[in-house]
């Protein structure tokens, strides 16, 4: 039960990170083993989960930004407002592509 007890249940939350569900948190009996992996498999999900919201709210601003835009409200902007709203949106672009650079993915080799 100490062992077949943790394996089950990495494996649901396995299972769930594969089906994009990242909010599982592993919890082990005082006397199970695979502690350790326990620990870093919720770490893993934690950090992964923080730097999808990151990506989500900056994603967001531009979103909405761009929502707001037209071709009449932008030939309507002045120069100086026009430049701000680029500018929001590149550095909100630069946060997204910091983000995702600091993985190595799979496809990347």
Not at 4 to 31: C, Q, V, W
Not at 75 to 91: G, P, Y
Request: aromatic letters at 4%; proline letters at 1%; hydrophobic letters at 35%.
């Amino acid at each position: 039960h100490r062992i077949a007890g943790p394996l089950f249940r990495f494996e649901k939350a396995l299972n769930n990170m594969i089906n994009g569900n990242l909010s599982d948190t592993i919890y082990l009996r005082t006397k199970d083993e695979g502690k350790d992996l326990a620990i870093k498999i919720n770490e893993f999900n934690e950090k992964l989960s923080g730097k999808i919201q990151q990506i989500d709210k900056h994603s967001t601003i531009i979103s909405d930004l761009l929502s707001h835009q037209n071709l009449e409200t932008i030939s309507n902007m002045d120069k100086e407002e026009l430049a701000h709203t680029i500018d929001v949106i590149r550095r909100n672009n630069q946060t997204i592509k910091e983000v995702t650079s600091s993985f190595t993915l799979a496809n990347d080799k």
